[in-house]
């Protein structure tokens, strides 16, 4: 019995010992789970709260921080609101060829190339959690310059050619003094009163001189194109007019393409209002003038003949360039040679010659570079315009042969007829420096008869591109409006 008993505890305690063994297993197989699970936890917690950690550090963050991240600020500037972050770009697709394009390459050639290129696998979405803000970049379009005008519009609207007169000058012709001797026409806009009110008080100022010549000035105004700058224009020019009595208003987009139209109307005003104008000087606003200068051309000269004097250009070809603001595409004129023509900055034409150009524009279709439909109105009635070297459309190029003159010397303007592209100051300085009774220089002026002579040199005249002496301005096509 004791040996049975002995026998039975011996093999009880191998049984408990296993036993213990057994649960000790378990409990390592059990530990080690959980610190798997608390490891996944922890993996799970980091990856999911992270975004949103960072997302609200950014909102925590200083107001030109997220400024620059284009979050909007609250009403105290602070930058602390929450707000829905921006949304990505989407990426646009990339071009897919054309079917002519595949239908070039072989079949056995395009699976290779196919095979070659890796596949890109499109990246998920983080599931749960907010998307890290990024800042938006502008969009640039990097493609071809646009046409700085719309010419197909131009097209359709082209023959629109009459507009209403909204202020008009009935008398400016017809009062005790009779007709003008030298009518001054001056391209302006409704917004630049300063240069308006500078020429009246300068070089375009009206009356009669000594010898009964008598002068009359008058202003070329189209409606502007953005109104809400300049508020109450239409009040602000009838006061004007009210004023000066030298407005002419028409109601059509004052535009530089538009710059035709104003040709066209201030001719047909000429015909019906100022036919008896014996010549006339049209120019624009910020050019200089020496009507003094002009006006000793004029003597001697009849007022019923052809005339029509200027900066003549020659043999000027289409600008085909989009950026530039004076592009002509094909389709609107395709010839390659531009007729001569007078640069815009000024000219003098006779009281004949501008009621011939009437009704020869009138014939002409509208081109919308304004001084080149002008030379094809005088190519119209066969007039060749006549080149003076006293209208200096380009302004002044210091002369290589008198380097001690300045280029803004009154003794060099004096000898000028126009000069283009001058400011409001610079007219005004320049006007009382030449009609200054102490101004000195040290070349004598005498008066000369047509034609008028310029430095023992006659003025040449435009003949054409088989003429050999003439001067060629090649690619220097258009004055500065």
Known sequence: MLEERGLFSTSEGVCTRATMRRIHLKGDVVCTLVMLALFCLLLYAHHSLTP??????????TPSSRSLLGAPLDHQGTGLALTKPPDLPRCKP??????????????????????????????????????????TV?????????????????????????????????????????????????????????????????????????????????????????????????R??????????DILLWDFEDTFFNLTLKETHFLQWVNQSCAGVKFIFKGDADVYVNVE???????????????????????????????SKYYVPEFVYGQGVYPSYAGGGG????????????????DVEVFPIDDVFLGMCLQRIGLQPTRHEGFRTFGIVRSSAAPHLQVFDPCFYRELMVVHSLTVPQIWLMYNLLHDPHLS?????????????????????????????????????FVKH
Request: aromatic fraction near 8%; include cysteine; charge should be positive.
């Open 52 to 61: 949103l950690w960072e997302s609200w550090q950014l909102e925590q963050g």
């Open 94 to 135: 990339e071009p897919q060829a054309s079917s002519v394009s595949m239908k070039m390459v072989p079949k056995a050639k395009a699976q290779s190339k196919n095979k070659l290129q890796p596949k890109t696998k499109k990246k998920s979405q983080p599931k749960g959690g907010l998307r890290k803000p990024v800042p």
């Open 138 to 234: 502008p969009k640039t379009a990097v493609g071809p310059t646009l046409a700085p005008f719309d010419f197909e519009d131009y097209l359709r609207k082209k023959d629109n050619r009459d507009f209403r007169m909204t202020i008009d000058q009935p008398d400016k012709c017809r009062g005790p003094d009779g007709a003008p001797y030298l009518l001054v026409a001056v391209k302006s806009v409704a917004a630049d009163f300063d240069k308006r009110q500078v020429v009246r008080r300068t070089w375009g100022r009206e009356g009669v001189l000594q010898d009964g010549v008598n002068i009359k000035t008058v202003f070329l105004l189209g409606v502007p194109r953005n109104r809400s700058s300049l508020p109450l224009w239409d």
């Open 236 to 245: 602000l020019l009838a006061y004007e007019s009210d004023t000066f009595r």
């Open 293 to 323: 200068n002009i006006l000793e051309m004029l003597g001697g000269l009849d007022a019923h003949k052809d005339l029509f004097v200027g900066d003549i250009i020659v043999r000027a070809r289409p600008i085909r360039r989009r950026s």
């Open 347 to 362: 000219f003098v034409m006779s009281g004949h010659t501008a009621l011939r150009l009437n009704r020869a524009c009138q």
């Open 441 to 477: 220089c040290h070349t004598s002026r005498t008066s000369t008869s047509w034609p008028f002579k310029w430095r023992d040199k006659i003025p040449s005249t435009a003949k054409g591109p088989d003429d050999p002496g003439e001067e060629d301005y090649g690619q220097k096509v």
